[in-house]
């Protein structure tokens, strides 16, 4: 079980939009940024949002971060079949550890 | 351009100790907020992280393997090495390593090697 809990697993049709939820706790989330990957099967993550609602370089404005509390949420809008891959969020614990959600697997319909 | 890649064996038998080096280009572990990170990734399983080395070597490991591991760093060579004890057929994986600019304040790791694949079998 990851210490970060989100959804198995999301859909939606083309075109839609989709949130992804990251549940923590007052130790992670509470006090720490929180991030964002997408990782297509058997390719490496790659960051998707940061600081809790930052984009990196090149990545799409149809991509955001919020954070509140010990919840994060991870929105995709305009939904593209491109956009099928799985979901992690990921904190710092605390001051001395990393952690990652246990993935959402993002379908577009 | 950043660029990071893991080696290291590609199969080891129970008990034994893994040994896997990232090699990286395009940035120097010497500067400062600048950190490596290993991650590892079952088949078909989550990501985990593993362990954390930074600018100023301060080194972070994963509470449930920190008896088993540990992380270095050599700026000469601008490697991060990390090594696994007693391995053990559930450690069988792809150990990614990672690069963040924000030390260990934010687990943003916005460049990442392609991954190695490590099967632990007698």
């Known amino acids: 079980q990851s210490v970060l809990t989100q959804p198995p697993s999301v859909s939606a049709a083309p075109g839609q939009q989709v949130t992804i939820t990251c549940s923590g706790s007052g130790s992670n989330i509470g006090k720490n940024y929180v991030s964002w990957y997408r990782q297509v099967p058997g390719t490496a993550p790659k960051l998707l949002i940061y600081?809790?609602?930052k984009r990196p370089s090149g990545i799409p404005e149809r991509f955001s971060g919020s954070k509140s509390g010990t919840s994060a949420t991870l929105g995709v809008t305009g939904l593209q079949t491109g956009d099928e891959a799985d979901y992690y969020c990921a904190s710092w614990d605390g001051s001395t550890t990393v952690v990652f959600g246990g993935g959402t697997k993002l379908t577009v319909l | 351009q950043v660029t990071l890649r893991e080696s290291g064996p590609v199969l080891v038998k129970p008990t034994q100790t893994l040994t896997l080096t990232c090699t990286f280009s395009g940035f120097s572990l010497s500067t400062t907020e600048m950190s490596v990170t290993w991650v590892r990734q079952p088949p078909g399983k989550a990501l985990e992280w593993l362990a954390l080395i930074d600018w100023d070597d301060d080194k972070y490991y994963s509470t449930s393997l920190q008896t088993r591991l540990t992380i270095s760093k050599d700026t000469s060579t601008n490697e991060v090495v990390l090594t696994m004890t007693n391995m053990d057929p559930v450690d069988t994986a792809t150990y990614y390593c990672?690069?963040?600019?924000?030390?260990?304040?934010?687990?943003?790791?916005?460049?990442w090697g392609q991954g190695t694949l490590v099967t632990v079998s007698s």
């Open positions: 990672a690069r963040s600019t924000s030390g260990a304040v934010a687990a943003d790791f916005d460049s």
């Open positions: 600081d809790n609602d």
